[in-house]
């Protein structure tokens, strides 16, 4: 039933080491986004991907790969955590981008720690 | 620069009327949303406005002035559920959904 959902939910890990979060929605959509929540709460677009290609690619490190196998899923490798990339990470989806009133939903988030 | 300001905070009573601002500058308007978002929980889609007034949806309605770079939130009846991040996004000219930082609502009793 879930429409976007994320793994996994939680994440701690060390400094250095390598993480990926996955993504699936199941609702059909066009359009996938990564977003980053940091601790001040803001809602900050990293990666949108429209039918399997990259079309929005905000300025985040090149650390950050997202991986987009099928229109279905839209997954984010990050190499070399640092202590900064610590916050909750939101994958989206809607039915195009540009589109008049298309809305977001989002998956339930994860959250990253890095120690 | 692109910009959305919106009360980091606000408090209301339950059963009251609570209005939460959003004021924007972006470059290029398409469109105004508001989404919901509970502690710990993803956001949730509440709103949409493109065009100038108010457009109601049950206990909640939001207001949108282009010309002002303006839009409310208002929250009718509140009910302790309520309690939450109330965020605030602009689709400026590229399509790109622009996000304040959003307003911590406070229901007491």
């Known amino acids: 039933d879930t429409a976007v959902s994320q793994t996994p939910k939680y994440l701690v890990t060390q400094m250095g080491n390598d993480k990926s979060i996955k993504c699936e929605q199941n609702?059909?959509?066009?359009?996938m986004y990564w977003y980053k929540q940091d601790s001040k709460k803001f809602l900050k677009i990293m990666f949108s991907?429209?039918?399997?290609?990259?079309?929005i690619n905000e300025t985040v490190p090149n650390r950050f790969s997202p991986k987009s196998p099928d229109k279905a899923h839209l997954n984010l490798h990050i190499n070399s955590l640092e202590l900064g990339d610590s916050a909750v990470y939101f994958c989206?989806?809607?039915?195009?981008?540009?589109?008049?009133?298309?809305?977001?939903?989002f998956g339930p988030g994860t959250r990253l720690l890095v120690l | 620069g692109q910009n959305i300001d919106q009360p980091t905070e606000m408090t209301a009573t339950e059963g009251a009327i609570v209005q939460i601002n959003c004021t924007y500058q972006?470059?290029?308007?398409?469109?105004l949303f508001w989404y919901q978002q509970h502690a710990g929980e993803a956001p949730t889609f509440l709103s949409y406005?493109?065009l100038d007034g108010l457009e109601e949806k049950g206990r909640f309605s939001s207001f949108l002035s282009r010309s002002k770079g303006y839009s409310y939130l208002l929250l009718k009846e509140l009910q302790m559920k309520d309690s939450a991040s109330y965020l605030c996004?602009?689709?400026?000219?590229?399509?790109?959904?622009?996000w304040g930082a959003g307003t911590k609502l406070i229901i007491k009793p």
């Open positions: 996004a602009v689709w400026d000219s590229n399509y790109q959904l622009i």
């Open positions: 972006t470059s290029g308007f398409n469109g």
């Open positions: 991907y429209n039918n399997k290609e990259l079309i």
């Open positions: 989206a989806s809607s039915h195009q981008t540009g589109g008049p009133s298309e809305t977001q939903y």
């Open positions: 406005n493109v």
């Open positions: 609702l059909g959509h066009d359009t």
